[in-house]
Every structure is written in structure tokens, then in C-alpha cells.
């Protein structure tokens, strides 16, 4: 890696600063929930297939039935996900990251390999 | 005309254009930056445009509408699987690994571990996943020729692999990653548009009706309201308990897998900035859903259209429903030449769809050969540019050769089960790896090795012992019976054993590096010390 040696120190100094740890509970408080929140209903829409079909065939609107709907909804929140997350990093993240970034850059030569 | 010659006429043009643009590419590929990451000057809409030339294989194209043609609802769970699965790609991995890697997924593995065992890991799995994906990929090609272009002698088919590989061989050693990217672009523009197409003349013909399209189509089908239901091919009730877990197995492993197949974690590395990377993973996510949403109405399109009965008779996956349907529905609006026109243009996409993926996959295990296992673990770092990229070219033709080998012998298996293999192995051991590397403190060296070979044994092993090797009619060795394993997907079982192997191979290793992990908590947050794009 191009890394050099000096380096170490100052991600470890940027690390231990709370302007760090706060982009890294911003990140982490929106991710890891969002993951457990999507995983979890897809997962409900594969049990479901598997075990209750019955509930799935429900006939809503002419032929359109539960199972078409609900797979459909997998798409909406899969988009809406990704749009909510999208701001959310636009917003909360990317002016803290880019702000530590610069400083960073502007302390010493952390460039990476410019091949 | 008739539709073949119509065809291989509009795929010469592809290829033709392709491989004009391919040879202005290879001016940029005189560095490393430049073969593996095109230099990372791809703007965030290409690359996803890209993302989705890459990840729309023809197995989702023809497969998934194939499987809803004969089998109805459950092709659609496929498609699903293979949307979310982005999620993960977006949420968790994309925007770190660019900002902490360079060239391969070993990059960021490797990053605070001890690099020689790790990028050996890496590179074994990274080539293991992408053969197997290629191999479905170059089977299916001979399969599609037949059925397309009516060539059905073994000879035949056996000259379309040979011509596919030397094909997607060209695009990766002369165009390197800016090359294969400009195919896998023009390949999903190609793609979203016959699927466009045929998807309005449908709803169209239907008034834009979808429940009257589904009613005509469960009648259709033989099957009645139960066509629309899930439970016609995956976890049938006759299959009992242990078909309901396997689709759950299936399930998990198309959600988890994506996020650790090589050639789609490489892509990340061909844009600026991670704020480019999250960029391209959102069109790849608009693109990839819309496109599933098209395979829908294709799939339902050709049970209505052209009905069960006529596209198993032609192939009895089902493969050839979509080009089927886009003959009756052209023959349909625009009479007997519309029909031919457009076979002939969605067989041609058909084959771009092919060439793209597997010129992805060839990129990604080559460049994990040359970079991981050549330049780091054999010459230990100790090699230029010039001779890492003349190593990632050799190794392009032999894993080509080697493909195209293994894709004439197995031309009669039935290789589709490689490609949800595939999404398992990445799954039970890269996914695991990658997370822990970007989000434990603990995790070492110990720990990688053990995730990466932990799980890719875990899920070789259990399919060698499931009905889909030995046991069953459909196995591959239908005559013997070692299986004990009754799933044919082993992700339920060996995706979580990938995640204990890591934990268990961390706990019981004491080596630990803070400062590298800093180093790689600050840049994958931060960006500070990522890779630039190139000057050029």
C-alpha cells in the first residue's frame, strides 16, 4: 500500500477526535437499524411465500392479489431506502466528512496513490 | 430475412461497435489505474449504467421471465432477492470500500491483516466465485445459440462458446476495466430498451390492464389462480418442510450475496469519490428495479401470449419465453415482419447481455490473480505496473481458456444452480470478511482466513452433498446417492457459519493492529487517504 508510516498516528489522532466519532454514530445509528429494518422485511416476504400462501393468494383488486402487492411493496421500500438514504448521507454525513477530510489534507500529505 | 440472419447481423454491429470503442479504451489502460479501475473517471450515472450491464445477467433476463412463463409468481422471488440485495451494497459496503481499497475486494480485506494469507484467501474465493458465475454464463451462451439461431449440433454450440470466449477475452486484455465498462454500458442501455418495448407493447395490447394481463395468463397457463401464487416451483407443498427452508436458503443468499461478489464489488473502485460510488449504486438500484419490474410483465406477457405449452416445448427451463414473446407481440402489432424484427433484436440484446457479464467476470478474477496472488503474495509487492498488467492478461487468457474449456465439456449439465452457488459463496465467505473487516475492532488476520475459507467450504461442501450433485433425477450424477444434505442452496446453513468462523478464527488469534484499524475507520468514513482518480 502507499501508505506511509506517519500516517498511522494521524488517522489514530482523527479517530480519537469527537467531530470523528460523531460522523461515526451518525453513520452507524442510521445503518445498522435501516439494515435490521429491510432484512428483516424481506425476510417476512420469504416466510410468507413459504408458509402462508393462502394469505398471499388473497385476491385485493381484480387478479392483483397479496403476493403481488406485497412484492411490489418490496420494491417501493427498497427505492425509498435508498432515496432516504441518500439524503440522509448528503445531509448529516457528507459536510462532517468532508470538513475532516480537508483539514486532514491540509495538515500533512495523506494523498493516495496517484497512478 | 430470416430472424437469425437478422440477428447475428445486429450482434456483429454490437460486437463491432463494442470493440471499436474496447480499442480506443485501451489507450487508457497503459497503467495499473488504468486496467483495473479505468482510472477511476467514471461518473457515478455510468457506473451505474455500468453496475447494471454487469449484474443483469442473461440468467435474470431470460431465467426470471422464463420462470414466471412456465412456473408464474415464483420467478418474481428471484427478482426481489435481487433487488434488495443492493441495499447492503449501498448501506454498508460501496461508499467504505472505495474509500479504503484500490484495485480488488483483497485490497480492503487485507488492509489491517497480515497481507500474504488474506490476499491468498481472497484471490482463491474471488477466482472460485467468478468461475462459477462464468461458467453458467458460457453453458447458457451455448444453450441460447441453439434455441435462437437453430443450431443445435453439440459441434455448433461448442464454436459459439469458443466465440464468446475469445470475445469477452479481447475486451479484458485490450480494454482493460474502461473497455468492459463501455460494454457493459451499451449493453444496459440495449437491454432497458427491448425490454421497454416489449414490456408497452404488452400492457398495451392489454389496455395497460395489469390484472387483465395476469388473468389471461393464469388461464394460460392450466394452473388457474394458483399461477399467481407463490409456491409453483420453489418449496411446492410436495416438496414438504425442507423445500420451504430451501427458499429461504435461496432467499438469503441472493440478498446477502451480491455484496460480495467480486465483479460487482470491483465497479466500485472505477468513480472518483465514495460520494460517486453511492451515486452509481443509486442508479444501479433505479436501473436493476425497473428492469425486474419489466421482467414481470415479459414473463407474464409470454405465459398469456404465448402460452406454457409452446415455450417448454422449445426449452424446458423457459428460457426462450422472452424472445418468444417478443416475436407474437411483434407479430401481433406489426404483422409478420415486426415478429421477425423483433426476435431477431431481443436475441441480439440476449447475447450483448452475455458478453457483458462474462467480460465483468473475467476482469475481476484476473485482476484478483495479477494483483493479489502475483504481485503480492508470490513477488510480495515487489513488481511494476507494466509487469502486474502483462500478469492480469496472461491471466485473462487462461481463466477465458479455462472457461471456455469447462463451458464445452459441461455444455449437457445443468449448470444453472452455479450461479445461486455463486451468490452462496460470496455470501458465507466474502460478505463476512468485508463486514468485519469495516466495522469490527477486533478482527484479524485469523479471523479473515477463517471467514473466507470457513465459508466458501461450508457452502462447497454442503451442495456436493445435496440432491443437487447426487440422489435426485435432476442431480448431476443422477446414478449415485452421497447426498444427506437436503437443501440445494446452502446459504441457510453456511452463511451463518461463515459469519462464527470469523468470530471463532478472531477470538482465538491475539494479534490485533489498532493503528491500522484506525486507519481504515477514519478513511472509510472520511475518505482521507483514498485513492485519487487518475490524471490522464
Do not use: C
Amino acid at each position: 500500500m502507499t501508505t506511509r508510516q506517519h500516517d498511522s498516528s494521524l488517522y489514530e489522532q482523527i479517530q480519537s477526535e469527537e467531530r470523528f466519532q460523531e460522523l461515526k454514530r451518525r453513520f452507524r445509528a442510521w445503518v445498522f437499524p435501516m439494515t435490521a429494518v429491510f432484512l428483516v422485511w424481506y425476510l417476512l416476504y420469504v416466510v410468507l411465500s413459504a408458509w402462508a400462501r393462502g394469505f398471499m393468494g388473497t385476491k385485493v383488486l381484480g387478479n392483483i392479489n397479496v403476493a403481488l402487492i406485497f412484492g411490489l411493496l418490496q420494491f417501493v421500500s427498497t427505492f425509498l431506502i435508498a432515496w432516504a438514504y441518500s439524503r440522509h448521507a448528503a445531509r448529516r454525513l457528507d459536510p462532517l466528512a468532508d470538513e475532516i477530510r480537508h483539514e486532514a489534507e491540509g495538515r500533512t500529505d495523506v494523498k493516495g496513490g496517484t497512478e | 430475412m430470416s430472424h437469425q440472419t437478422l440477428s447475428t447481423i445486429l450482434f456483429l454491429l454490437f460486437v463491432a461497435i463494442t470493440l471499436g470503442i474496447t480499442f480506443r479504451a485501451s489507450r487508457s489502460t497503459k497503467d495499473a489505474a488504468g486496467f483495473y479501475a479505468g482510472n477511476r473517471s467514471f461518473s457515478g450515472a455510468q457506473n451505474g449504467l455500468a453496475i447494471g450491464g454487469d449484474y443483469m445477467s442473461a440468467a435474470s433476463f431470460l431465467g426470471i421471465a422464463g420462470t414466471i412463463a412456465l412456473s408464474g409468481y415464483d420467478g418474481f422471488l428471484y427478482s426481489i432477492g435481487f433487488l434488495v440485495a443492493w441495499l447492503v451494497a449501498l448501506l454498508l459496503v460501496a461508499e467504505l470500500m472505495r474509500n479504503s481499497g484500490k484495485f480488488t475486494m483483497a485490497d480492503v480485506l487485507a488492509f489491517r491483516m497480515s497481507p500474504r494469507p488474506v490476499r491468498t484467501a481472497a484471490g482463491v474465493s474471488t477466482i472460485v466465485v467468478s468461475i462459477f458465475y462464468l461458467l453458467a454464463q458460457m453453458v447458457g451462451a451455448g444453450a441460447l445459440v441453439g434455441l435462437l439461431l437453430g443450431v443445435t449440433s453439440p459441434a455448433g454450440k461448442a464454436l459459439t462458446i469458443v466465440a464468446v470466449g475469445l470475445l469477452m477475452i479481447v475486451y479484458v486484455v485490450v480494454g482493460g476495466m474502461k473497455g468492459t465498462t463501455w460494454v457493459q454500458i451499451v449493453k444496459a442501455v440495449l437491454l432497458m430498451g427491448g425490454a421497454t418495448l416489449i414490456t408497452l407493447l404488452v400492457l398495451g395490447k392489454y389496455g395497460f390492464n395489469l390484472s387483465g394481463l395476469l388473468g389471461d395468463a393464469a388461464a394460460q397457463s392450466g394452473k388457474g389462480e394458483a399461477f399467481l401464487n407463490p409456491g409453483g416451483k420453489y418449496g411446492t407443498e410436495a416438496q414438504g418442510l425442507a423445500g420451504k427452508l430451501d427458499l429461504i436458503s435461496l432467499g438469503l443468499a441472493l440478498v446477502l450475496g451480491t455484496a460480495g461478489l467480486p465483479h460487482i464489488l470491483i465497479r466500485f473502485y472505477t468513480v472518483p469519490t465514495a460520494k460517486e460510488a453511492r451515486k452509481s449504486v443509486l442508479w444501479g438500484i433505479g436501473i436493476i428495479g425497473v428492469f425486474y419490474l419489466l421482467t414481470l410483465v415479459l414473463g407474464f406477457g409470454a405465459a398469456a401470449l404465448v402460452g406454457g405449452k409452446a415455450i417448454a416445448a422449445q426449452d424446458k427451463a423457459g428460457n426462450t419465453a422472452a424472445p418468444m414473446l417478443a416475436e407474437a407481440i411483434g407479430r401481433a402489432v406489426f404483422g409478420e415482419v415486426g415478429g421477425t424484427i423483433l426476435l431477431a433484436v431481443i436475441a441480439a440484446v440476449a447475447f450483448a447481455t452475455i458478453l457483458a457479464v462474462v467480460a465483468g467476470l473475467t476482469l475481476a478474477s484476473s485482476s484478483s490473480f495479477a494483483h493479489d496472488l502475483y504481485a503480492h503474495v508470490f513477488k510480495r509487492g515487489q513488481t511494476t505496473d507494466r509487469e502486474e498488467i502483462a500478469v492480469a492478461r496472461i491471466a485473462a487468457f487462461v481463466i477465458g481458456a479455462v472457461a471456455i474449456g469447462l463451458g464445452i465439456l459441461a455444455q449437457k449439465q445443468n449448470v444453472a444452480f452455479l450461479v445461486a452457488l455463486a451468490f452462496a459463496v460470496a455470501a458465507s465467505g466474502n460478505l463476512p470478511a468485508i463486514l468485519y473487516s469495516l466495522f469490527w475492532r477486533r478482527f484479524n488476520t485469523s479471523g479473515a482466513v477463517w471467514a473466507i475459507y470457513g465459508g466458501l467450504a461450508s457452502a462447497l461442501l454442503l451442495v456436493i452433498f445435496s440432491p443437487v450433485v447426487s440422489g435426485a433425477e435432476t442431480s448431476l450424477i443422477p446414478g449415485a446417492d452421497f447426498s444427506w444434505f437436503p437443501l440445494s442452496n446452502p446459504g441457510l446453513v453456511s452463511i451463518p457459519l461463515g459469519f462464527l468462523f470469523g468470530y471463532l478464527g478472531t477470538v482465538l488469534s491475539k494479534e490485533h493492529n489498532a493503528a491500522k484499524y484506525a486507519e481504515i475507520e477514519v478513511r472509510s468514513l472520511t475518505g482521507v487517504g483514498a485513492e485519487k482518480a487518475a490524471q490522464h
